[in-house]
């Protein structure tokens, strides 16, 4: 069952088109990796499933309800989680929360100060005090200790330590498995490969790929370390094969999944003594869309 549903969603600023039929399907109960560089769209899409945008062709539903009139109906089953968190600079933490959790209509207060100790947040000092990833924790335990059944989660981790991203994916875990469904745009592709039933790549505003990250790999290069007995000849010339690199016996290259059975029966016959095989991983994937344009401009492996 969809729980979040876009159909042909375009949004035009003036003559700048931010999006373009954007196709999106969240299941119940499943996790959906929102990637992209900076400035491809993501942000824009979540805005408009909140409500705060209206889309200026297509439709965005939640919970069979439409994204911009029905939003107050909708957004008494949704957890947002920002990747800038603004703060009351007055309040302290622990009032924050508890003000996120009465504007829902509830908290769950066991949940609460589980979190709490989990994150490693102090909730009785000022917001003002308060680092970039401590703000983070506040909208954190805010969202994972409401009985939300949709959260939205836009670069979510900006800001933590890497062992309060592991406390985080644990939490999205948990939540997967008590049957909540979870919408997470994230930079981080290896948070998305550990999290994500399946993936949506997003570029100038077009959805490039969606599926499994196993329906995504034949897209990409296996990596292959080969030592053997008798030096290999000709592998460049077969189809798929790149980035071929020797260091005496050893030769270590990449091919194309569709090439790899040929490429195997070809280095068999010079008496194979070490093979390694890397599987590709959701980077590699993604980096195949942007060959030819430069890391800054992908945003890999940065924050928004």
Not at 15 to 43: D, Q
Not at 45 to 53: A, K, S, Y
Not at 192 to 198: A, G, N, P, S
Not at 253 to 259: I, K, R, T
Request: aromatic residues 6%; hydrophobic residues 35%; glycine residues 10%.
């Amino acid at each position: 069952m969809a729980v979040l549903q876009t159909t042909d969603l375009t949004k035009r600023f003036g003559k700048f088109t931010a999006l373009e039929g954007v196709n999106l399907e969240l299941n119940e109960g499943e996790v959906f990796g929102f990637i992209g560089p900076n400035g491809a769209g993501k942000s824009t899409t979540i805005r408009i499933l909140l409500g705060i945008l209206k889309a200026t062709e297509g439709k965005a539903k939640i919970f069979g309800k439409d994204a911009w009139s029905d939003a107050v109906e909708i957004h008494k089953r949704i957890a947002y989680v920002p990747g800038d968190v603004n703060l009351w600079p007055n309040l302290t933490g622990g009032e924050v929360i508890d003000l996120f959790g009465a504007l829902r209509g509830g908290i769950d207060k066991q949940k609460r100060n589980e979190l709490i100790k989990r994150f490693d947040l102090d909730p009785s000092k000022k917001c003002r005090t308060y680092s970039k990833g401590n703000r983070q924790k506040v909208a954190l335990i805010a969202a994972f200790s409401s009985d939300a059944d949709l959260y939205i989660l836009d670069e979510p981790t900006s800001g933590l330590d890497p062992l309060m991203e592991q406390i985080f994916q644990a939490c999205v875990l948990e939540a997967k498995y008590a049957g909540k469904s979870i919408l997470l745009s994230s930079h981080i592709l290896s948070e998305v490969e550990k999290l994500c039933d399946r993936v949506g790549i997003i570029r100038q505003g077009k959805i490039i790929e969606t599926g499994t990250l196993d329906e995504l790999r034949h897209l990409t290069r296996t990596n292959l370390i080969v030592e053997t007995k008798n030096p290999i000849i000709n592998l460049q010339e077969f189809p798929g094969v790149q980035e071929i690199v020797e260091k005496g016996k050893t030769i270590s290259f990449q091919v194309d999944s569709e090439h790899l059975d040929s490429v195997i029966k070809h280095i068999s016959q010079y008496g194979v003594t070490k093979l390694e095989s890397t599987a590709p991983t959701l980077e590699d994937l993604f980096m195949q869309h942007y060959e030819g344009k430069g890391i800054s401009e992908t945003g890999v492996g940065g924050r928004s």
